[in-house]
């Protein structure tokens, strides 16, 4: 109800600012524009309008993932690229908050820049280097397939998502995820867990559907989280920015590990994509 009554008490020129991002008003103008009879008599008009510009405008807001507390605490490693990264395009650059950069190409059937290192169709693949020792890591992914949803069912689509880990030309690790129903998946969220590894560092990765304030789990995941047991010691924001948080006890090779599996779980190019 205190919605709606905002709504309705938008000034007169609200149609020039239908594009703009609405998520709340001078509640002391709203009392005073509540005797304007143009506003009163337009007030289903305008909250239809207004609803429909904030569905599609998200209210200037981005769902954040949920995380545990003491992941949530720590600051955030944003990731940033050379190019328009929502959608991400082709290929491009990266920086992970000064400590990490890399450059990655996406659907590389046809790429060469790795030359030794071949792609599927599909395939995404990336280096990430680590600024202060420049100690590298190539990625080689593809995978994950196709899937039909049909009313709340997902059918197919069940490839795991592969990427192998290579630094030094020798494979040294592997990133694995996949759906965690076999055959069919009933409900929204395409929910899918893993692991990773490089060398004997290992966490396991699930996709995290629900976020700070819904009611219910959304379909596309909103980030990644990596957890050793069930402790996550790490999270991922995917959804509308790249952002890694992990917790600060964490050794080197861990950290390390970390930062490649969100790169992984971020850039992943989807034959559906």
């Known amino acids: 109800m205190t919605l709606f009554i905002q709504l309705i008490t938008i000034p007169q020129n609200m149609a020039t600012r239908l594009t703009e991002p609405v998520c709340r008003t001078n509640s002391t103008q709203a009392q005073n524009n509540e005797s304007d009879p143009d506003i009163t008599m337009k007030k289903t008009t305008t909250a239809l309008l207004l609803l429909t510009a904030m569905s599609l405008t998200g209210c200037g807001t981005v769902a954040i993932m949920n995380k545990s507390?003491?992941?949530?605490?720590?600051?955030?490693?944003?990731?940033?690229?050379?190019?328009?990264?929502?959608?991400?395009?082709?290929?491009?650059?990266?920086?992970?908050?000064?400590?990490?950069?890399?450059?990655?190409t996406r659907s590389a059937s046809n790429s060469t820049w790795f030359n030794t290192l071949s792609f599927k169709d599909g395939a995404m693949g990336a280096t990430i280097t680590r600024n202060d020792n420049n100690e590298t890591w190539?990625?080689?992914?593809?995978?994950?397939?196709?899937?039909?949803?049909?009313?709340?069912?997902?059918?197919?689509?069940?490839d795991p998502y592969v990427c192998d880990?290579?630094?030094?030309?020798?494979?040294?690790?592997?990133?694995r995820i996949e759906p965690q129903n076999n055959m069919i998946n009933i409900g929204l969220a395409q929910s899918e867990n893993g692991s990773?590894?490089?060398?004997?560092?290992?966490?396991?990765?699930?996709?995290?559907?629900?976020?700070?304030?819904?009611?219910?789990?959304?379909?596309?995941?909103?980030?990644?989280?990596?957890?050793?047991?069930?402790?996550?010691?790490?999270?991922?924001q995917t959804n509308g920015m790249i952002t890694l948080q992990m917790l600060p006890d964490l050794s080197d090779n861990e950290k390390d590990l970390l930062a490649v599996a969100t790169i992984a779980s971020a850039l992943s190019w989807r034959p559906e994509e």
């Open 69 to 104: 507390d003491a992941v949530k605490a720590q600051p955030e490693m944003m990731v940033k690229t050379d190019g328009d990264f929502w959608g991400l395009g082709k290929e491009g650059t990266f920086d992970m908050a000064g400590q990490y950069h890399g450059q990655y």
């Open 138 to 158: 190539r990625l080689v992914c593809s995978g994950g397939g196709v899937s039909v949803n049909y009313m709340g069912v997902s059918l197919g689509g069940n």
């Open 165 to 175: 880990i290579h630094q030094n030309d020798k494979k040294v690790g592997e990133y």
């Open 196 to 236: 990773v590894r490089i060398g004997s560092t290992h966490f396991n990765i699930e996709t995290v559907h629900t976020g700070e304030g819904m009611i219910m789990p959304v379909e596309k995941a909103l980030g990644y989280s990596f957890k050793r047991g069930n402790q996550e010691v790490g999270a991922a």
